[in-house]
């Protein structure tokens, strides 16, 4: 019942479209952890690296080299606004792991950025659908602020998951919280559930 009274306008503009208690926004707000890190695309690399058969390591062509996706999809932010019909271009999760063999028990992966922001995800949420490694938002190269020239996105999941400027992907058997995480934001995050906080 609160619940629904509080879902209010959007609920009624968008029906179950949107999460519960959140807004839609037009704009795109710029949500980070201190600077914005330099990440050029000439000595960028992305490492694949943990508990796998074969540690991997990708330049920005090497990447670009890899099946490319474009996906529409909604965004949710803990904070409250949602995103509606945001593209996204980039490196699918699935089409990265076709060239990754986990060592058994490595189900969970830890990501890096550039900067040192890190988060935690299942290897579940990260072969759903829609999750992959962008860079352009909208048709355009992905902006620096919001993660250029690579950041990952989850859109099943808040959007504190969807780490920007990425610099590789940790496979490990042991589940441990990410930066937000270990200050109190929930371990999987959920935008249908509300898992906000711990
Ligand atoms: N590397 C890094 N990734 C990050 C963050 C950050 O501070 N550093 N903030 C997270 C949070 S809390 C949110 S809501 C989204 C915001 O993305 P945006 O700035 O493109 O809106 O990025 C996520 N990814
Ligand atoms: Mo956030």
Redesign the pocket.
């Known amino acids: 019942m609160t619940l629904g009274i509080l879902r209010g306008k959007d609920k009624a503009k968008y029906g179950d479209r949107v999460p519960p208690n959140q807004k839609v926004t037009e704009g795109?707000?710029?949500?980070?952890?201190?600077g914005t890190?330099h990440a050029d695309t000439k000595d960028w690399k992305f490492g694949v690296v943990g508990l796998v058969e074969e540690e991997l390591s990708f330049t920005w062509d090497e990447f670009l080299a890899l099946p490319q996706t474009t996906i529409t999809t909604d965004i949710h932010?803990?904070?409250g606004w949602s995103k509606l019909d945001t593209s996204w271009e980039g490196v699918a999760f699935r089409d990265l792991m076709e060239r990754i063999v986990p060592k058994r028990g490595s189900s969970y992966v830890m990501v890096h950025?550039?900067?040192?922001?890190t988060?935690n995800l299942s290897l579940e949420d990260l072969m759903a659908d829609n999750v992959l490694f962008a860079h352009h938002h909208n048709g355009e190269p992905l902006a620096a602020?919001?993660?250029g020239p690579c950041?990952?996105v989850v859109p099943h999941l808040?959007?504190?998951?969807?780490?920007?400027?990425?610099r590789g992907i940790q496979f490990v058997d042991q589940d441990s919280p990410g930066?937000?995480e270990q200050y109190g934001y929930h371990n999987r995050g959920d935008p249908w559930n509300e898992e906000r906080y711990a």
């Open positions: 795109f707000p710029v949500l980070t952890y201190g890190p932010c803990v904070t950025c550039y900067g040192g922001y988060t602020e919001h993660g950041r990952l808040y959007f504190w998951k969807s780490a920007k400027w990425v930066f937000w």
